[in-house]
Nanobody
């Protein structure tokens, strides 16, 4: 059974930082592409950052230079370091694992950036 458990969200002021964690079980993250998505009220879910099994990373333009995706294979955990946060970053952040069988999602963690 695959489980993705996110943590690290919260309330932060503009310019602050947060680090999100996604602890995976039932899969080996280094064998799969892992991503962080976000969904704000009334908006479509968007891909924020993604790391492939080979270690290549991609980011949505709005977070380039501010967010960093990484993984700790020993802990089977993916991270999203978010710096210089802006109010427009406010959303539920969800972890995603792309496997050969299907795509798996975590339950999400709320990030709120106050102005």
């Amino acid at each position: 059974q695959v489980q993705l458990v996110e943590s690290g969200g919260g309330l932060v002021q503009t310019g602050g930082s947060l680090r999100l964690s996604c602890a995976a079980s039932g899969i080996i993250i280094s064998n799969n592409a892992m991503g962080w998505y976000r969904q704000a009220p009334g908006k479509q879910r968007e891909l924020v950052a993604r790391v492939t099994s080979g270690g290549s990373t991609t980011y949505v333009d709005s977070v380039k230079g501010r967010f960093t995706i990484s993984r700790d294979n020993a802990k089977n955990t993916v991270y999203l370091q978010m710096n210089s946060l802006k109010p427009e970053d406010t959303a539920v952040y969800l972890c995603n694992a792309e496997t050969w069988v299907k795509s798996y999602w975590g339950q999400g963690t709320q990030v709120t950036v106050s102005s």
